[in-house]
């Protein structure tokens, strides 16, 4: 399974922004989706994940409320709307897809930078 992540950038705090990400390849594998992220220095963390009805979704305490993820089956693309962007947000954002209970396969990443 190949994974590309795209929609990362600058953002001013209080802003919004929309992370993308395709699967392509055995996506039959795949039981769920997911995004991640790095701060520097700072370890990977959880973000979201949901399975691709959409039905299941979990989110990180810290990203609650603010963001939304939103899978398509049918294109085989997951979604990260982000909204109320702080400058702890800054870190780079990885698309994962999961198979059944582990997180199998990742993306390259994408850098969202939240200025003041």
């Known amino acids: 399974v190949q994974l590309q992540a795209s929609g990362g950038g600058l953002v001013q705090a209080g802003g919004s922004l929309r992370l993308s990400c395709v699967a392509s390849?055995?996506?039959?594998?795949?039981?769920?989706m997911g995004w991640f992220r790095q701060a520097p220095g700072k370890e990977r963390e959880f973000v979201a994940a949901?399975?691709?009805?959409?039905?299941?979704?979990v989110y990180a305490a810290s990203v609650k409320g603010r963001f939304t993820i939103s899978p398509d089956g049918a294109k085989n693309t997951v979604s990260l709307q982000m909204n109320s962007l702080v400058l702890e947000d800054t870190a780079v954002y990885y698309c994962?897809?999961?198979?059944?209970?582990?997180?199998?396969?990742w993306g390259q990443g994408t850098q969202l930078t939240v200025s003041s």
């Open positions: 994962s897809a999961q198979n059944h209970t582990t997180w199998a396969h």
């Open positions: 390849g055995r996506t039959d594998s795949v039981t769920g």
């Open positions: 949901t399975d691709w009805s959409g039905g299941a979704t």
